[in-house]
Nanobody
Framework: VQLQASGGGLVESGGSLRLSCAAS????????VGWFRQAPGKERTFVAA???????YYADAVKGRFTISRHNAKNTVYLQMSGLQPEDTANYYC???????????????????WGQGTEVTVSS
């Protein structure tokens, strides 16, 4: 499966953006899709993930501000980001995997498929 992330950009503090992750290729399997981010000079960290059945999971840093959703018929997962802060500035990556167990959902090493990053910059 191939993943294409889009929707990044420059936004002022307190603003909103919606990221999209579109899948193509073998989309017949039931994938869990995750969003991760990597700020300059920092490690990649978990942001949110969503199971095929729609169950969402969030990092504490984004709970209440970000919402992950999916449209299975369109093979697309969305990350609605609100209340953006400068510390949210990073490259955002989407990833997918078929066999992730719940305890590993925030572990980027467990995801087999990755899209290219989309850059989000939040100005103060």
């Amino acid at each position: 499966v191939q993943l294409q992330a889009s929707g990044g950009g420059l936004v002022e503090s307190g603003g909103s953006l919606r990221l999209s992750c579109a899948a193509s290729g073998d989309t017949s399997s039931r994938y869990t899709v995750g969003w991760f981010r990597q700020a300059p000079g920092k490690e990649r960290t978990f942001v949110a993930a969503i199971r095929y059945n729609g169950n969402p999971y969030y990092a504490d840093a984004v709970k209440g501000r970000f919402t992950i959703s999916r449209h299975n018929a369109k093979n697309t997962v969305y990350l609605q980001m609100s209340g953006l802060q400068p510390e949210d500035t990073a490259n955002y990556y989407c990833a997918a995997d078929r066999g992730i167990i719940l305890s590993s959902i925030a572990n980027d090493m467990q995801y087999d498929y990755w899209g290219q990053g989309t850059e989000v910059t939040v100005s103060s």
